[in-house]
């Protein structure tokens, strides 16, 4: 039996992804788009408009003492790549509840990254779920019972696309999911440059 001591003294853990994040211009252009959305489904659990992210791969709980191993691979990993540029466009659901949108732009080199990302981090010795990578960006989750405001919100995004931006900095962030019953908060635990951001065919 393990003991009272050994139990606190077990590593603390952290909740982790590797994402890109949305230039301001580009979130507050798709915030006016939800606007009225935010009027008639306030009972969405929305994300906060600063928080807005396109995972590239969900590493879950870790050891806080494994995050240090991530950060000279991913700084390697993101200095010899070049930025994808990106727009967000339409909407879409998942299982009726959490509401997204979707991501246009350099797909294929987007898939390249959260590939490249992935490998990184198994190398690291990190275990991954396998799934498939869906690119989109998650903008509210409905509560229990609610099958029908997800689907209603994304048919008034499916016209919408947005401007295109450079997705500049690969982004090591920390979460609270599961950790309180208050609002979801995320923080860069830390962010390296993507390539050198100029406009495609400069």
Same mark, same amino acid.
């Given at each position: 039996?393990? +003991?009272?001591?050994h139990d606190q003294t077990r590593p603390a853990t952290v909740r982790v992804f590797i994402a890109l994040a949305p230039p301001d211009p580009a979130k507050e252009e798709l915030a006016r788009e939800l606007r009225p959305a935010y009027g008639t489904h306030p009972h969405l659990r929305w994300n906060r408009i600063e928080?807005?992210?396109? *995972?590239?791969? %969900? #590493? !879950?709980e870790l050891p806080v003492g494994t995050v240090p191993l991530l950060r000279p691979p991913l700084a390697h990993l993101a200095a010899g =790549?070049? +930025?994808?540029? #990106?727009?967000?466009?339409? !909407?879409?659901? %998942?299982?009726?509840?959490?509401?997204? +949108?979707?991501?246009d732009g350099?797909?294929? /080199?987007l898939h390249a990254l959260a590939t490249d990302v =992935? *490998?990184?981090?198994?190398?690291?010795?990190?275990? #991954? /779920?396998? =799934?498939p990578f869906r690119p989109h960006l998650t903008l509210a989750r409905a509560r229990r019972g609610d099958r029908s405001s997800a689907g209603e919100i994304a048919q008034g995004l499916a016209g919408f696309t947005g401007r295109r931006w450079p997705a500049e900095r690969l982004h090591l962030v920390g979460s609270?999911? !599961?950790?309180? +019953?208050g609002p979801i908060h995320y923080r860069d635990i830390e962010a390296w440059p993507l390539g050198d951001g100029r406009s495609p065919g400069s």
């Open positions: 039996m393990k +003991s009272a001591v928080d807005w992210h396109i *995972t590239l791969a %969900f #590493l !879950g =790549r070049r +930025s994808p540029w #990106l727009a967000l466009r339409g !909407g879409g659901h %998942f299982d009726d509840r959490v509401l997204w +949108s979707g991501i350099d797909l294929d /080199e =992935r *490998t990184t981090v198994k190398d690291c010795g990190v275990v #991954l /779920e396998e =799934r609270n999911v !599961g950790r309180s +019953s």
